[in-house]
């Protein structure tokens, strides 16, 4: 059975993005104060300090030269965990959307965790999100060839754009920067899947995925 599915993000995305978390976000935002970022900036934590992010989108990138993204941010997920429990990992957040965020310093957050039924939840369900998508990316993006990884990140291109295909980042943009895979393959591949009538290009973005992309190419 593949992985590879718009079903299988959909369901990672809504066990996590349902009515009780939304409803309880309140608990946060009481203690917080609102931050806003535009779009090409960096954001940097404070010292002490957790940040929920309730709109917008970030790319998160291990902060070496020429890194791939590690994956994007959701509504509601926490930064700063990383910095405050794992200090020898360094990352850096770029915010790809105009993104609004809550800051907490260390003892607010833990003041909802500890206080409040909906704390233990959010953490528990925050945790069960983050492992099934980590998961799934290890295997769109190291279980296979080039080729394979190229697949799977063409399907998450569509669960991201599906909708709102005017607004989204070319289709090679998305792919390469968190790929690592070089432009000219890149291409290469796009090509003969467009040639083969398996996706739909326009200005460089995908429009449409028409039949199964192959699993060899």
């Known amino acids: 059975m593949t ?3 718009l079903l299988t993000l959909q369901e990672i995305d809504a066990k ?3 009515v009780s978390v939304v409803n309880h976000m309140q608990e946060f935002f009481g203690k917080g104060v609102p931050r806003y970022y535009k779009k090409g900036t960096y954001i940097t934590l404070w010292s002490n300090e957790i940040l929920i992010i309730t709109s917008g989108e970030v790319i998160i990138l291990p902060d070496t030269e020429e890194a791939c993204a590690l994956g994007s941010t959701f509504d509601y997920m926490p930064i700063g965990f990383i910095e405050r429990y794992n200090g020898a990992l360094s990352l850096l957040y770029r915010v790809e959307k105009d993104t609004e965020v809550m800051s907490l310093s260390y003892q607010e957050f833990d003041e909802v965790i500890k ?6 939840r959010y953490l528990s369900k925050l945790m069960a999100y983050l492992t099934s998508s ?3 990316i290890n295997y769109e993006r190291g279980s296979g060839t080039s080729y394979h990884t190229i697949r799977g990140l063409l399907y998450r291109y569509q669960y991201k754009y599906e909708g709102n295909v005017s607004n989204a980042e070319s289709l090679a943009k998305f792919i390469l920067q968190r790929s690592g895979l070089s432009r000219s393959y890149v291409f290469k591949i796009l090509s003969g899947l467009k040639n083969g009538g398996y996706i739909t290009l326009k200005n460089g973005r ?3 995925i028409n039949k199964a992309i192959p699993k060899k190419f």
């Open 134 to 136: 980590l998961i799934y």
């Open 206 to 208: 995908m429009l449409t």
């Open 16 to 18: 996590f993005k349902d």
């Open 3 to 5: 992985l590879i599915s």
């Open 115 to 120: 206080t409040s039924p909906f704390g233990v």
